[in-house]
């Protein structure tokens, strides 16, 4: 499978709690993107690097929230101190040099926080 | 603040009706993402439009996009039960690097 992948597919976590998701994106893709979806809504941005540059982060990442690539190959994104509102799916993707901003979405991570 | 809104957000067809779903956005943007996500499912892309008047087709679907009129309309023609999916749009604001801001997305239910 070449696809973008997500580890794990589900978390359930009480609050307060620290969880971490990783995503191994397209092999030939430098870019990554880790984007934020509620039930009933589209996915909203988060932040995404360039190989291992962290370029941009949105104003939804609150200090709790941090993501890293140190290689330039996969991503985690660490969310600490959980609350009931960091309940979502969590979607990684990426995309090439040229790609035109096309984004190849993986499957997500889903977090529960009780 | 850039905004994209879809129109319905819900909407029940026959099979084999036709039906336009449409994608409204706030600010000058020459790219347009339409993509899919089914039920538990992550997206998968369906179009990308780059620059005003283009139109593109595959099987049952096709999308344009007018960027004057800030305006985009993705097409259903003689639907059938597998286009059931949710469709979302979303337009790139950081001049393609993939920033995208995503419409709140429109349930297609496709009955037979």
């Known amino acids: 499978d070449t696809g973008v992948s997500q580890d794990p597919r589900h978390k359930i976590t009480k609050r307060g709690q620290n969880v971490t998701f990783r995503c191994d994106p397209i092999?030939?893709?430098?870019?990554l993107y880790w984007y934020r979806q509620t039930l009933g809504q589209g996915p909203e941005f988060l932040t995404y690097f360039q190989n291992e540059a962290q370029l941009e982060k949105s104003r939804l990442l609150s200090d709790r929230f941090s993501a890293e690539r140190p290689k330039g190959s996969f991503s985690t994104l660490e969310i600490q101190r959980t609350e009931q509102g960091d309940s979502a799916m969590y979607l990684c993707?990426?995309?090439?040099?040229?790609?035109?901003?096309?984004?190849?979405f993986g499957e997500g991570s889903r977090l529960t926080v009780l | 603040e850039l905004k994209v809104e879809q129109n319905p957000l819900f909407l029940s067809m026959q099979e084999g009706k036709n039906y336009t779903i449409y994608c409204n956005y706030s600010t000058t943007s020459d790219r347009l993402y339409w993509y899919r996500q089914d039920p538990g499912k992550s997206l998968e892309s369906l179009f990308v439009?780059?620059?005003?008047?283009a139109v593109k087709q595959e099987g049952r679907l096709m999308a344009s996009l007018d960027t004057k009129a800030r305006l985009s309309t993705l097409h259903i023609t003689a639907a059938v039960h597998d286009l059931s999916a949710t469709y979302f749009c979303a337009v790139d604001y950081g001049g393609s690097q993939g920033n995208l801001i995503f419409g709140k997305g429109t349930k297609l239910s496709v009955k037979p």
């Open positions: 439009l780059l620059s005003n008047g």
């Open positions: 993707a990426s995309s090439g040099q040229g790609m035109i901003g096309e984004l190849f």
């Open positions: 092999s030939e893709h430098n870019r």
